[in-house]
């Protein structure tokens, strides 16, 4: 049985309010992670990056009083979607960017990515998901796939950063 969590919905003008909140789940989700990729200030600068972006839409699991982990992602800015390199020609306009879905080690195999990720993903209005999943992690990669996502390629969008697959969600074929 899939425990009960209170799912909160966050936008931009409460991301001051929830950052510190991003931040030590994430933390706590990359505990064993030495790259400095994963590093908590690094990843602060994420958090400011896409909570400032226009939609920004993020969902918080809460345990009792304790964030247990979140999903967020923005809409992509039309031609500027970076999974447009993998497809030609283009599904659709409107797509959003799943950038994080994390869930905290105390939390594991409980269904809450899955309960984040509907809650999140399926309630918005873009026809097209987007998201980018470390290749070094299948198992994530075949959970996406189970929500309907495909992969259509990979992509390494920093210098320092994993090789990713680009997933995406919503095409008429998939």
Known sequence: MTPAYALRRYGHTEAAEIRQILIDVHTDAFATETDEFHDPERFAWFVDHWSGLPGFDCVIAYDGDEPAGYAYGAPAVHEREWWRDYLSPAASDETFNLSELMVRPKWPATGLSEQLHAEL????PEPLAALLVDVSHPRVQALYETWGYRKIGERQP????PLYAVMLRGLPDA
């Open 121 to 124: 993903v399926c309630r918005r």
């Open 158 to 161: 920093f210098a320092d950063s």
